[in-house]
């Protein structure tokens, strides 16, 4: 699958001109449009709950999910670390595209497909409008995401969503595998750990491709990263 998916996109980049199209990674990108909050029909369904507020940003991430096998013993099972991942806004863009219902599902695929090759994939997220957003990572124990190229008004802080685990749920069967046929990380519900601010409070981590760990520590390292990209759906109050 992801090699299929590898293809369409090489395909999609041959189209592309891409002269005079790739911004100033530094600048902020756009304040998201308030027709982002009209994706929520597009939103992929699951055994989570069902949002609560207004849907703000759509943002793609790509990176890895961390792990540690510390104990020396061949049977544990990885420890998970967090993750660390570059967000791109999709949510922008989507909400302007007729066709955004076919792509929400194999765009973290196909940026799975270019995890060794970031430039490539800044390159061609640029031409098609979906510029850089921020980062994710963890704070201590804290999941963060932090939207700091979000252009706001009248110097209010940035997106800043610092969140805990709710609930989650397995990937559905039809989720990129990832690199090594690892397999999918699970779709999350992540709720406000108390810290969020500029106006977003919830996170959905879905259409998630690769980045599971093994099931044991046979054959890995202390520390190992796993390739992944998901979705996340960004929420705040009305």
Known sequence: MLFSTLSTAMTALAMVSTAGAIPTWGRPVPRADPKVAELL??????????????????????????????????????????????????????????????????????????????????????????????????????PTFSLQNIRVANNQPFPLAMVKKNLDTDAPPTACRGTTGEGAVKWLHLIDAGTSKGGVDTVYRIETAGGNKPATCKGQKKTFEVPYAAQYWVFGPA
């Open 41 to 142: 029909k597009l939103m992929p369904s699951s055994a989570l709950p069902k949002p609560v507020g207004q849907l703000k940003y759509v943002v793609l991430g790509l990176g890895t999910q961390n792990y540690t096998c510390l104990s020396g013993s061949d049977t544990a099972v990885p420890d998970t670390t967090g993750a660390t991942a570059v967000l791109f806004d999709l949510g922008t863009a989507l909400s302007k595209d007729r066709y955004a219902q076919f792509k929400i599902g194999s765009l973290s695929g196909l940026a799975l497909s270019f995890h060794s090759k970031p430039k490539l994939l800044e390159s061609y997220f640029a031409s098609v409008q979906y510029p850089k957003a921020g980062n994710h990572f963890f704070t201590d124990k804290t």
